[in-house]
């Protein structure tokens, strides 16, 4: 279960940090290396932000879903739980009054 989650942080890591300023710098990176073309930019550019926006709703959604599961298998008493005791305990309370 976890190892699942420490791959996709990794990585989501560079999807997280991903700025358009990076975005340009790995742009330029591929044209100097012959890659792409100067003409490819706004397109590049676009698919590598979208690509990373993806990639951070995903991880965001993987690691609610561990933090629930986990939180489920802890078997800690819910809001619902809590407040059914405190209306007992109010309950209980006010037949001694």
Do not use: C, H, W
């Amino acid at each position: 279960m976890f190892e699942t989650l420490d791959k996709m942080m990794l990585a989501g890591l560079g999807a997280i940090s991903m700025t358009r300023d990076r975005a340009d710098k790995i742009f330029d990176e591929y044209v100097s290396r012959g890659k792409l073309e100067k003409e490819s930019r706004t397109g590049f550019i676009k698919a590598l932000m979208d690509a990373a926006d993806k990639n951070r709703a995903e991880l965001e959604e993987l690691i609610a879903k561990q933090v629930r599961e986990t939180m489920e298998n802890l078997n800690l008493p819910t809001r619902e739980d809590v407040r059914r005791l405190e209306q007992k305990i109010d309950e209980l309370s006010s037949r001694e009054s």
